[in-house]
């Protein structure tokens, strides 16, 4: 069972445009909301992160938009480059429990084109 | 200056050998974790230990047995190993059980 759903898998922007990228959640415990960023043969690295008490989140040009009520996030990284393309991954985590468990989305692959 | 670290970096084996992944972390962290990341890029928790004691330990393969020395050091060992065993296995760490996670460069295990 998939706990977080995440879309699209692929995604291919012009530079400067803005990338979009939606997870969907079903565990309503959940309550912790990072995105990570994966270049090639790197691990994963934390981009932001917001938590539920909040609708969105800014940094720069990565923004989250947090929507309780439809248990969806997304990421918004606004006037796109080249070395944004990467694999976006996104993840939750329950309150509670003995670490903080993430559970990923299955990634998409963005690529910016120049 | 490397964070987290992984060796080795690359392991190619034959099914039904036993392989180790040693992982370490410099950053002084408490808690740390192993993933696995399949073909399809999905990335799943495998264990996590805090202070080398065992705090997650998800649907795995008992064939899979982790092992930290001190709270530094994660080792992951695998015996009789599987061509679904074939993978990228990624160590992190974080400063405490809810902290922020930093993974290493992982590890591709090919099984042949």
């Known amino acids: 069972q998939q706990q977080v759903k995440q879309s699209p898998q692929s995604l291919i922007v012009q530079k400067g445009g803005i990338s979009i990228i939606n997870c969907a959640y079903e565990n309503t415990a959940f309550d912790y909301f990072p995105w990570y960023q994966q270049f090639p043969g790197k691990g994963p690295a934390l981009l932001i992160a917001i938590r539920p008490d909040v609708s969105e989140k800014k940094e720069g040009r990565f923004t989250i938009s947090f929507n309780k009520s439809a248990k969806q996030f997304s990421l918004h990284i606004m006037d796109s480059q080249p070395g944004d393309s990467a694999t976006y991954f996104c993840?939750?985590?329950?309150?509670?429990?003995?670490?903080?468990?993430?559970?990923f989305g299955s990634g998409t692959q963005l690529t910016v084109l120049p | 200056d490397t964070a987290v670290s992984q060796t080795p970096k690359y392991l190619v084996t034959q099914m039904g050998n036993d392989k180790s992944i040693k992982c370490e972390q410099n950053?002084?962290?408490?808690?740390m974790y192993w993933y696995k990341q399949d073909s399809k890029k999905f990335l799943k928790i495998m264990f996590s230990?805090?202070?080398?004691?065992?705090?997650i330990n998800e649907t795995v393969p008992n064939r899979f047995s982790p092992k930290s020395p001190d709270k530094a050091h994660l080792n992951l060992h695998i015996n009789s190993l599987e061509l679904g065993d074939s993978a990228v296995y990624f160590c992190?760490?974080?400063?405490?059980?809810?902290?922020?996670?930093?993974f290493g460069p992982g590890t591709r295990l090919t099984v042949l």
């Open positions: 993840a939750a985590s329950p309150q509670g429990g003995s670490a903080r468990q993430l559970t």
């Open positions: 950053l002084g962290h408490d808690t």
């Open positions: 992190a760490s974080s400063q405490d059980r809810r902290g922020t996670q930093y």
């Open positions: 230990y805090n202070n080398k004691e065992l705090i």
